[in-house]
């Protein structure tokens, strides 16, 4: 990692509260790089030698099965991911590829546990990222459960929106198909989806959504009583 990045990374917030001799420690076996579109940085199965930070760019998760892909997650700037298998030594459980051009911290994994030992404000830290994923997870499980199709959609749009400081207008991220992987649909259901909603306040224009009409979308959507939370 060149000088000039240390302090942009020293400023992550999974990193920004420890000591800074503990984080120099960590940073000086880090690498810090870009690397292009549908790029498989790591696969299922594989040993956890890295902690993936996203820093710019876009990454999907997904799962291979029946001779097709699940998206499971889509990570945007500033995340890490595989976090769970750096901190417990086991092999990723999913497989990571990126989506657009990407810049993203390598972080050895034997390195970060070692600091985690030792340094309080990386525990907190890593302790409060690995408390979010749990329940992301929750969540993506209850709305599985209880939405139909439509639904799912209104309730992530209504998610990304908030995620987003309430903004009515905003761009999806990546295909959409992968959004239709993402919410256990196929790409024509999702497209039907958009089609139902439109009744409820939504507008589509290429990647662009628009929710012309909150509280219809709610009435439909019915979100969670418990807003997400905000990272």
Do not use: C
Request: aromatic share 6%; proline share 5%.
């Amino acid at each position: 990692m060149r000088i000039g990045e240390k302090p942009e990374i020293a400023r992550l917030p999974l990193f920004r509260d420890m000591a800074e001799a503990q984080r120099d420690t960590i940073l000086a076996g880090a690498y810090l790089q870009v690397f292009p579109p549908q790029l498989t940085l790591f696969e299922k199965g594989q040993d956890a030698d890295f902690l993936h930070v996203l820093v710019d760019g876009l990454v999907e998760l997904f799962v291979e099965g029946a001779g097709r892909d699940t998206t499971m997650r889509i990570v945007e700037p500033v995340e890490s991911f595989i976090l769970a298998a750096v901190v417990t030594d086991t092999p990723y459980l999913m497989s990571a590829r990126t989506l657009a051009s990407s810049r993203i911290l390598l972080v050895p994994a034997s390195g970060l546990r070692e600091s985690i030992r030792h340094d309080a404000a990386l525990m907190q830290a890593t302790m409060h990222e690995l408390a979010h994923g749990y329940r992301d997870l929750v969540r993506a499980l209850t709305d599985m459960k209880v939405r139909q199709s439509a639904e799912r959609l209104g309730n992530h749009l209504l998610e990304k929106s908030a995620r987003k400081g309430g903004q009515w207008e905003f761009e999806l991220k990546g295909e959409k198909r992968l959004l239709a992987s993402l919410l256990g649909m196929t790409p024509e259901n999702l497209s039907r989806a958009f089609g139902t909603l439109r009744k409820h306040g939504v507008s589509l224009d290429g990647s662009k959504v628009r929710i012309e009409d909150r509280e219809s979308l709610e009435r439909y959507s019915r979100p969670d009583p418990v807003p997400p939370d905000l990272r």
